[in-house]
């Protein structure tokens, strides 16, 4: 015998509230008042502290969101040297492809290493170390 030769088995859902006679009428099996018994309930488990001062609310706000912060996804110029040849083109979507940058972030190349090889790099912003490099280097850079 498979498994889709069992029977079916199905069970007839509960109807709540249709009368007394059908054994789920008054308070349709929600028991007697109280928060459980009326519609809109629910408290998640994690905050719900009985009735005592949720400790979210106990506690004191701590620290300062700067809503106006610009991140960015940092490349070395090490990097760089490791994952290109010489004269290529140094783009954005190179970047994400080869997983060297998330692709939804600007991205800020920074002078940590040395830069070998002439390549021509574009990205939103460059550290004052990483164009001195770059330029020594031989190579060229565009802000985006």
Do not use: C
């Not at 400790?55 to 809503?67: A, D, E, V």
């Not at 783009?91 to 080869?98: A, F, P, R």
């Amino acid at each position: 015998m498979h498994l889709y030769e069992l029977p079916k088995i199905v069970q007839k859902r509960k109807r709540v509230g249709r009368g007394d006679a059908s054994g789920y009428g008054t308070t349709a099996g929600k028991g007697n008042k109280g928060e459980r018994a009326r519609s809109g309930h629910g408290h998640l488990p994690v905050y719900y502290e009985g009735g005592q001062t949720p400790i979210y609310r106990r506690l004191p706000k701590r620290g300062f969101k700067n809503n106006f912060k610009v991140e960015y996804d940092i490349v070395n110029l090490n990097t760089l040297d490791k994952h290109f040849n010489d004269n290529d083109q140094v783009t954005l979507e190179i970047l994400t492809s080869k997983g060297l940058a998330s692709g939804n972030k600007l991205v800020k190349i920074l002078g940590n290493g040395a830069l070998s090889k002439k390549l021509n790099i574009k990205a939103h912003a460059f550290s004052k170390q990483a164009m001195s490099k770059i330029e020594q280097a031989n190579a060229t850079f565009e802000v985006l």
